[in-house]
């Protein structure tokens, strides 16, 4: 069995139809958000390359069709048309880091109607949960001003895949570290780590178990302050810390209660100690809104380590977006149901400085200055350039950050940018919408209309 069968049940039965009534020409499907979620400014596009390596090697197997046979009741037989099937379409895609808004085409898919059909679930998947997060922690990079985030979100994601997906995008946005092994190792970041209350508890007391650490570990250390009174801890850790010499890097976590007041009180008993150098890490339930509140409060923490809220993007969880069918075999195609209307054609969209986006057809030219965002990053099933490195996303997402307005990088109440129509694309919206709601008025049917857009 292989991820082709990670789908919605009926993509596969439509797929059997378009098979058996020969329907094969060419589809493009535009997987777009409809609207940001509430409290966003603003979208990172993540998820493109697990996306093109899973459309790179699709294919059916013999087991993929007795699986799909199975749920379906029916004999292997019945699917023999499915098997052996390929991805040999083509994608344009806004490349993983660009800041996106809602109604743009984060990908869009061409390919034989069945293929464009299969892939559905799992692109949406793909680039859902992880524009979701990426979105999530950028927050938190510009709440932070400057300061270093480290993920922590692996004990508390949706499972093992999903915390490797919020340890890569937190560094896509710019995160520090990771506490996650998995991840650090196999994509470059550096891991970061201190040590759980319960290691505290275990010893006979605070002080042992610091000293203990210290004897395991001879490099910079980070101890956790707060298991029983905070203030006790600090100057524990202190007394300690200044004993051992270890030079820059250690630290101290702070990981509940009033962080800012805590931070201060530690600040002070560090800097009275003669440690001036030592830094303190703030974690516990914090994501963009509470770094906000402790950063204006003035709270001397120097790093901050997000894990729960920012894993599953607590407040926005999940994105409206859809994976649309809007042109089959040169025809245009669009949905007419109420609140959820499409618009037909293979789109591009431009982007202009200090301007609103624009989402245009694919066969326009851009304006003076404006930057295409859509690029075709696989053709006939095979990727047109090696895959894209965190670096590069990075480098997308701070250049995109930069010329954000304030309005939409604020992190209460922000006020997203929206794109606007090319006048051809609203043409082509309006003509189309017309001729389908002429062919379905009653007494006619769609076969007495043209639906062909020139």
């Given at each position: 069995?292989s991820?082709?069968?990670?789908t919605?049940?009926?993509e596969?039965?439509?797929?059997m139809?378009?098979l058996?009534?020969?329907m094969c020409?060419p589809a493009?499907f535009?997987?777009?958000?409809?609207?940001?979620?509430p409290?966003r400014?603003?979208?990172?596009?993540?998820?493109?390359?697990?996306?093109?390596?899973f459309?790179?090697g699709?294919?059916?197997?013999?087991e993929?069709?007795?699986?799909f046979?199975e749920?379906?009741?029916?004999?292997?037989?019945?699917l023999?048309?499915?098997l052996?099937?390929?991805?040999?379409g083509?994608?344009?895609?806004?490349?993983e880091?660009?800041?996106?808004?809602?109604g743009?085409?984060?990908?869009e898919?061409?390919?034989?109607?069945?293929?464009?059909?299969?892939?559905?679930t799992y692109?949406l998947?793909q680039?859902?949960?992880?524009?979701?997060?990426?979105s999530k922690?950028a927050?938190?990079?510009?709440?932070?001003?400057?300061r270093?985030l480290?993920?922590?979100?692996?004990?508390?994601t949706?499972?093992p895949?999903?915390?490797?997906?919020?340890?890569?995008?937190?560094?896509?946005?710019g995160f520090?570290?990771?506490?996650?092994?998995?991840?650090?190792?196999a994509?470059?970041?550096?891991?970061s780590?201190t040590?759980a209350?319960s290691?505290?508890?275990?010893?006979p007391?605070?002080?042992?178990?610091f000293?203990?650490f210290?004897r395991?570990?001879?490099?910079?250390?980070t101890?956790?302050?707060?298991?029983?009174d905070t203030?006790?801890?600090?100057?524990t850790?202190?007394r300690?810390?200044?004993?051992i010499?270890?030079?820059?890097g250690?630290?101290i976590?702070?990981?509940?209660?009033?962080l800012?007041?805590l931070?201060?009180?530690?600040?002070?008993?560090?800097?009275?100690?003669g440690?001036?150098?030592?830094?303190i890490?703030a974690?516990?339930?914090?994501?963009e809104?509470?770094i906000?509140d402790?950063v204006?409060?003035?709270?001397?923490?120097?790093?901050?380590?997000?894990g729960?809220r920012v894993?599953?993007?607590?407040?926005?969880p999940?994105?409206?977006?859809?994976?649309?069918?809007?042109?089959?075999?040169g025809?245009?195609?669009?949905?007419?149901?109420?609140?959820?209307?499409?618009?037909?054609?293979?789109k591009q969209?431009?982007?202009r400085?200090?301007?609103?986006?624009?989402?245009?057809?694919?066969?326009?030219?851009?304006?003076?200055g404006a930057?295409?965002?859509?690029?075709?990053v696989?053709?006939?099933g095979?990727r047109t350039?090696s895959?894209?490195r965190?670096?590069?996303a990075?480098?997308?997402?701070?250049?995109?950050?930069?010329?954000?307005?304030?309005?939409a990088?604020?992190?209460s109440a922000?006020e997203?940018?929206r794109p606007v129509?090319?006048?051809?694309l609203?043409?082509l919206?309006?003509?189309?919408?017309k001729?389908?709601?002429?062919?379905?008025?009653?007494g006619k049917?769609?076969?007495?209309?043209?639906l062909?857009?020139?």
């Amino acid at each position: 069995m292989s991820d082709a069968t990670t789908t919605d049940l009926y993509e596969v039965t439509m797929a059997m139809s378009y098979l058996q009534e020969g329907m094969c020409g060419p589809a493009t499907f535009s997987l777009f958000v409809r609207d940001l979620p509430p409290g966003r400014g603003f979208l990172v596009s993540a998820g493109l390359e697990p996306a093109l390596d899973f459309l790179t090697g699709y294919r059916i197997e013999r087991e993929d069709v007795k699986e799909f046979a199975e749920v379906l009741h029916r004999p292997p037989r019945d699917l023999e048309q499915l098997l052996g099937l390929e991805f040999d379409g083509d994608v344009r895609a806004i490349p993983e880091g660009r800041i996106v808004f809602g109604g743009e085409p984060l990908l869009e898919v061409t390919a034989r109607m069945p293929q464009a059909q299969l892939v559905e679930t799992y692109l949406l998947s793909q680039l859902c949960h992880q524009t979701t997060v990426a979105s999530k922690a950028a927050r938190c990079v510009l709440a932070a001003g400057g300061r270093p985030l480290v993920d922590f979100s692996l004990r508390r994601t949706h499972g093992p895949q999903a915390g490797f997906q919020a340890a890569r995008l937190g560094a896509l946005v710019g995160f520090a570290a990771t506490s996650n092994v998995a991840a650090a190792t196999a994509l470059g970041i550096t891991a970061s780590g201190t040590m759980a209350h319960s290691y505290i508890e275990a010893f006979p007391s605070e002080e042992e178990a610091f000293r203990a650490f210290v004897r395991t570990h001879p490099g910079p250390v980070t101890f956790l302050v707060d298991t029983y009174d905070t203030d006790r801890g600090v100057t524990t850790a202190a007394r300690v810390l200044r004993e051992i010499h270890r030079g820059p890097g250690c630290a101290i976590r702070l990981d509940s209660g009033d962080l800012a007041e805590l931070a201060q009180r530690a600040r002070k008993i560090l800097d009275v100690a003669g440690l001036p150098d030592v830094r303190i890490i703030a974690s516990g339930g914090l994501d963009e809104y509470a770094i906000d509140d402790l950063v204006r409060a003035g709270a001397p923490i120097d790093v901050y380590a997000v894990g729960t809220r920012v894993g599953v993007a607590a407040d926005a969880p999940f994105l409206d977006a859809a994976y649309k069918l809007v042109e089959y075999s040169g025809r245009p195609v669009m949905k007419l149901s109420s609140a959820k209307v499409t618009a037909p054609g293979r789109k591009q969209v431009f982007r202009r400085p200090g301007q609103a986006d624009v989402i245009g057809l694919r066969g326009e030219k851009p304006s003076d200055g404006a930057e295409p965002l859509l690029h075709t990053v696989m053709r006939g099933g095979h990727r047109t350039d090696s895959p894209d490195r965190l670096a590069g996303a990075h480098e997308r997402f701070i250049r995109d950050l930069e010329a954000l307005p304030a309005s939409a990088r604020a992190i209460s109440a922000p006020e997203p940018l929206r794109p606007v129509m090319s006048q051809s694309l609203e043409t082509l919206t309006s003509d189309l919408r017309k001729r389908l709601e002429t062919a379905i008025r009653p007494g006619k049917t769609p076969g007495q209309a043209e639906l062909r857009t020139t």
